[in-house]
């Protein structure tokens, strides 16, 4: 669905880390530098690394990607650098949520509004009623030049067919 492409908005995805996973993780991220010495501690943790891009392959700056470790409820943020990668560092076991957000929550609200999306999630405001008379006005003026395009398109293919 539009709302959650990579250029229009949130990305969700779901992944589960357990101290296991982390583990052999970290061993793997280990042993291929040849100099690194294998520890153990209390609390294992892992990094998380990625890089976004569109689905042409190309890459995404700064794009925000959100980590939310769903049974602390907490989060981790960063940010893509020039090549579209990034870093989320010290993660514990745990259930996550990962979300990418390239436009921000502003414009993933107007989106589920124009969409009509309105089972809630992830916004509130996918009818008119819900979404606030600001965000509506904005919207209409923005569709406007649009909806007269489409209004002009129509009534020419009305005229050919009469």
Do not use: H, W
Request: hydrophobic share 40%.
């Amino acid at each position: 669905m539009a709302l959650f492409s990579a250029d229009n908005g949130v990305i969700p995805m779901l992944f589960n880390l357990s101290r296991r996973s982390l583990f052999a993780l970290f061993v793997s991220c280990l042993l291929p530098t040849g100099n690194a010495q294998l520890s153990f501690s209390q609390a294992p943790t892992a990094t998380l690394t990625g890089t976004i891009e569109d689905p042409t392959g190309a890459v995404l700056p700064n794009v925000t990607v959100t980590v939310t470790n769903t049974d602390r409820n907490t989060t981790q943020s960063a940010r893509t650098n020039e090549l579209g990668g990034y870093v989320i560092p010290a993660l514990n076991p745990g259930n996550y949520s990962v979300a990418a957000e390239l436009a921000g929550e502003e414009v993933a609200k107007s989106i589920q509004l124009v969409l009509e999306y309105d089972p809630q999630p992830p916004f509130d405001t996918g009818s008119p009623e819900k979404a606030g008379v600001e965000r509506v006005k904005r919207i209409r003026e923005r569709l406007a030049p649009l909806l007269e395009s489409r209004r002009k398109a129509n009534a020419e293919a009305a005229a050919r067919l009469a």
